[in-house]
């Protein structure tokens, strides 16, 4: 009864945790032996949101930094193609209101990049009854998103936000001009009400455009690998909160910030606090993402995830 | 948020009071984010975007904008001509000179003394200058006959200050100064707000006398630059104290805070309530009573004698959320705030 009680979130875990990286949406594994779920999904679907304040550095000297106040979004659909594979693509969108130089706004969308994403995923119990997820996943980040013309940077200023508000957390949807492919790991670990785990996420950018940007600032491969750990307590089968603290280091930038002080901060610190809802075809996730401190602080966002399976 | 001031406990506080306190502040922070981030603050704070099509009707460059006859040194055209406002808009302590150019055989047209109006290829320029570096130039362009036909542009100097560069987007501590320049839409949130669209050469702002060379009132209808002969000064009623808080209020306010904003298609930026009303006018110049600024700003936003309780001098006396200015000024005008409380405690 007890393995029974953690499945549930363990699956859900998977989606929670990989679908706000740069994956398409994933469904639950083969279920553990003895698991609950019975009636596997084929696909499922995910709308994101989040919602807040953002800053970032920027790009070019008329613009040394940029800020506004960003709604993030973000659909997902998967397809379950093998027992343990998934097959999926995410569309991001931007939709921001950009502090121009005086302190009025200007709105701005702008697309991020889709992905295009497979994923692996294999899940049991060990030998002390505790239950294990372990998910790798390959994405492939296509360059549709646009610059906007150098004088404005306008669709680069909104995406930038974009990148600000999650924390620096995922650069394949929202850095410009760029192709990508996203290596990424993670293995969640349940034992009675608690669901922990580390994950490893490791983006490559490829530059393709380059916005008229002086060629010193821009690089043609970008590397900013992101570790995460969460810890989730379920007081109820369907019911959980936690936090999830994620650490995200610019090795290589494809675009470096014009000013120096902000091209030395490479580490970006970030918490995620979170209240989860699990059902056995939806899940809502309620959550706030804070930088803490790093190139992106100040900004500050919450937001909603909703997910079915069907 | 009026409502959760009066919440605020005084004296000992209950703690059921202080818990219905701290949820309202809560409550308020979280509605203030949603509002913010969800776009309900168009009303305010959100401009159109740039029009490049209009940023096309005037020159790139600012040695192309007819205010130089020669740029190397500096050397004005002749037909341009420099003015000083007699009360200036605070610009974060910049430094800043004032040109305007009239095309050959036009008139200004005063017949309403409060919106002059001005011939097309009428142009204006004010160069800004911030810790010692020349920043930019903006100007003002009368392309065309109505009282929408102006085109905005900041140009921003270059390193060696050899010319200045149209700038529509605006540029962020621009020359390595604290200076913001402008983007071009961002100039409707004052300038829109007042018919003639041109802010500092008015009756009112043009009567004092001027230095050697400068345009004043008293010498424009001698020099046949108006319709009509203009015979006389305004001059801004009450002591010294009234007079530059008024004119100050004036300069720096009014232009958004009047009640006579014309009608605009789109946002200029700042949409603010009008019940406030801070534009001198030439006719309501007879005491300081008469003017719409005493007639609106008591007792509501400024309380005699209380400087400490009044909104106006609360607003201008921070800067973040909430402030005054809303745009265009990231410093606090220390004399201006010391002004406007001494008039009000003064009253």
């Given at each position: 009864?007890?393995?029974?009680?953690?499945?549930?979130?363990?699956?859900?875990?998977?989606?929670?945790?990989?679908?706000?990286?740069?994956?398409?949406?994933?469904?639950?594994?083969?279920?553990?032996?003895?698991?609950?779920?019975?009636?596997?999904?084929?696909?499922?679907?995910?709308?994101?949101?989040?919602?807040?304040?953002?800053?970032?550095?920027?790009?070019?000297?008329?613009?040394?930094?940029?800020?506004?106040?960003?709604?993030?979004?973000?659909?997902?659909?998967?397809?379950?193609?093998?027992?343990?594979?998934?097959?999926?693509?995410?569309?991001?969108?931007?939709?921001?209101?950009?502090?121009?130089?005086?302190?009025?706004?200007?709105?701005?969308?702008?697309?991020?990049?889709?992905?295009?994403?497979?994923?692996?995923?294999?899940?049991?119990?060990?030998?002390?009854?505790?239950?294990?997820?372990?998910?790798?996943?390959?994405?492939?980040?296509?360059?549709?998103?646009?610059?906007?013309?150098?004088?404005?940077?306008?669709?680069?200023?909104?995406?930038?936000?974009?990148?600000?508000?999650?924390?620096?957390?995922?650069?394949?949807?929202?850095?410009?001009?760029?192709?990508?492919?996203?290596?990424?790991?993670?293995?969640?670990?349940?034992?009675?009400?608690?669901?922990?785990?580390?994950?490893?996420?490791?983006?490559?950018?490829?530059?393709?455009?380059?916005?008229?940007?002086?060629?010193?600032?821009?690089?043609?491969?970008?590397?900013?690998?992101?570790?995460?750990?969460?810890?989730?307590?379920?007081?109820?089968?369907?019911?959980?909160?936690?936090?999830?603290?994620?650490?995200?280091?610019?090795?290589?930038?494809?675009?470096?910030?014009?000013?120096?002080?902000?091209?030395?901060?490479?580490?970006?610190?970030?918490?995620?606090?979170?209240?989860?809802?699990?059902?056995?075809?939806?899940?809502?996730?309620?959550?706030?993402?804070?930088?803490?401190?790093?190139?992106?602080?100040?900004?500050?966002?919450?937001?909603?995830?909703?997910?079915?399976?069907? | 948020?009026?409502?959760?001031?009066?919440?605020?406990?005084?004296?000992?506080?209950?703690?059921?009071?202080?818990?219905?306190?701290?949820a309202c502040g809560s409550l308020r922070f979280a509605l203030l984010v949603a509002l913010l981030a969800t776009g309900c603050n168009e009303r305010y704070w959100v401009c159109a975007a740039v029009d490049e099509a209009a940023s096309g009707l005037v020159p790139r460059r600012l040695s192309e904008t007819g205010l130089y006859e020669d740029r190397a040194t500096d050397r004005m055209a002749g037909?341009?001509?420099?003015?000083?406002?007699?009360?200036?808009?605070?610009?974060?302590?910049?430094?800043?000179?004032?040109?305007?150019?009239?095309?050959?055989?036009?008139?200004?047209?005063?017949?309403?003394?409060?919106?002059?109006?001005?011939?097309?290829?009428?142009?204006?320029?004010?160069?800004?200058?911030?810790?010692?570096?020349?920043?930019?130039?903006?100007?003002?362009?009368?392309?065309?006959?109505?009282?929408?036909?102006?085109?905005?542009?900041?140009?921003?100097?270059?390193?060696?200050?050899?010319?200045?560069?149209?700038?529509?987007?605006?540029?962020?501590?621009?020359?390595?100064?604290?200076?913001?320049?402008?983007?071009?839409?961002?100039?409707?949130?004052?300038?829109?707000?007042?018919?003639?669209?041109?802010?500092?050469?008015?009756?009112?702002?043009?009567?004092?006398?001027?230095?050697?060379?400068?345009?004043?009132?008293?010498?424009?209808?001698?020099?046949?630059?108006?319709?009509?002969?203009?015979?006389?000064?305004?001059?801004?009623?009450?002591?010294?104290?009234?007079?530059?808080?008024?004119?100050?209020?004036?300069?720096?306010?009014?232009?958004?805070?009047?009640?006579?904003?014309?009608?605009?298609?789109g946002p200029r930026c700042f949409e603010p309530r009008n019940e406030l009303d801070l534009w001198l006018r030439t006719g309501a110049l007879a005491s300081v009573e008469d003017t719409p600024t005493y007639q609106t700003v008591f007792d509501r936003f400024a309380e005699r004698g209380h400087p400490d309780q009044s909104g106006i001098v609360r607003r201008i006396s921070q800067r973040g959320f909430?402030?005054?200015?809303?745009?265009?000024?990231?410093?606090?005008?220390?004399?201006?705030?010391?002004?406007?409380?001494?008039?009000?405690?003064?009253?």
């Amino acid at each position: 009864m007890q393995r029974r009680s953690f499945v549930l979130p363990l699956v859900w875990s998977l989606f929670a945790t990989l679908s706000r990286a740069e994956s398409p949406a994933i469904d639950e594994p083969a279920a553990p032996e003895g698991g609950p779920l019975a009636a596997p999904s084929e696909t499922r679907a995910e709308l994101s949101s989040l919602l807040g304040f953002a800053s970032s550095p920027f790009f070019v000297p008329e613009f040394p930094e940029v800020s506004g106040q960003v709604l993030l979004l973000r659909t997902a659909v998967a397809r379950r193609i093998a027992p343990s594979v998934w097959l999926g693509l995410t569309m991001p969108l931007a939709l921001t209101s950009i502090r121009q130089p005086a302190g009025s706004y200007v709105d701005e969308a702008a697309w991020g990049n889709p992905a295009l994403a497979i994923q692996h995923d294999w899940s049991g119990f060990t030998e002390a009854g505790v239950g294990f997820l372990s998910v790798a996943r390959a994405s492939l980040g296509l360059p549709l998103t646009e610059h906007g013309p150098r004088a404005s940077q306008m669709a680069n200023r909104a995406l930038a936000l974009a990148d600000a508000l999650q924390a620096l957390r995922e650069p394949s949807p929202y850095t410009p001009g760029v192709a990508s492919l996203t290596l990424a790991y993670r293995v969640d670990l349940a034992s009675g009400p608690w669901l922990f785990g580390p994950g490893l996420s490791v983006p490559l950018l490829v530059r393709l455009g380059e916005a008229e940007l002086p060629s010193t600032q821009t690089r043609a491969i970008g590397l900013r690998p992101r570790a995460d750990l969460r810890a989730l307590y379920y007081p109820k089968r369907w019911f959980g909160v936690g936090a999830e603290g994620s650490l995200t280091f610019d090795v290589v930038r494809v675009t470096e910030p014009i000013r120096p002080d902000d091209a030395r901060q490479r580490v970006q610190p970030s918490l995620r606090p979170e209240i989860v809802f699990d059902g056995r075809r939806f899940r809502v996730v309620l959550s706030c993402l804070v930088p803490i401190g790093g190139p992106v602080r100040g900004s500050a966002g919450c937001g909603a995830d909703a997910a079915l399976r069907f | 948020m009026r409502l959760f001031a009066r919440l605020r406990p005084r004296g000992r506080p209950n703690p059921c009071v202080r818990l219905v306190v701290s949820a309202c502040g809560s409550l308020r922070f979280a509605l203030l984010v949603a509002l913010l981030a969800t776009g309900c603050n168009e009303r305010y704070w959100v401009c159109a975007a740039v029009d490049e099509a209009a940023s096309g009707l005037v020159p790139r460059r600012l040695s192309e904008t007819g205010l130089y006859e020669d740029r190397a040194t500096d050397r004005m055209a002749g037909n341009v001509r420099s003015y000083r406002p007699q009360f200036p808009l605070w610009s974060d302590g910049a430094e800043k000179k004032r040109w305007v150019s009239l095309p050959d055989g036009s008139h200004i047209d005063t017949d309403d003394m409060d919106n002059w109006r001005f011939a097309a290829g009428t142009k204006f320029w004010k160069e800004f200058t911030r810790d010692g570096v020349r920043v930019e130039t903006r100007l003002m362009a009368k392309v065309g006959a109505g009282d929408e036909d102006w085109v905005f542009m900041s140009y921003l100097w270059n390193a060696d200050g050899t010319d200045a560069v149209a700038a529509p987007y605006g540029a962020i501590d621009a020359r390595g100064t604290a200076h913001d320049v402008p983007a071009a839409n961002e100039c409707a949130s004052c300038h829109r707000g007042r018919t003639s669209r041109v802010l500092g050469f008015s009756a009112i702002q043009l009567s004092e006398l001027s230095q050697v060379g400068e345009i004043a009132l008293a010498n424009l209808s001698d020099e046949g630059l108006t319709k009509s002969r203009v015979d006389r000064t305004f001059v801004v009623p009450g002591d010294d104290t009234e007079r530059a808080a008024l004119g100050y209020l004036h300069a720096n306010c009014g232009d958004c805070h009047n009640q006579s904003r014309p009608s605009a298609a789109g946002p200029r930026c700042f949409e603010p309530r009008n019940e406030l009303d801070l534009w001198l006018r030439t006719g309501a110049l007879a005491s300081v009573e008469d003017t719409p600024t005493y007639q609106t700003v008591f007792d509501r936003f400024a309380e005699r004698g209380h400087p400490d309780q009044s909104g106006i001098v609360r607003r201008i006396s921070q800067r973040g959320f909430g402030s005054m200015p809303c745009v265009g000024s990231e410093r606090i005008d220390e004399e201006g705030v010391a002004l406007l409380r001494r008039w009000i405690a003064e009253l």
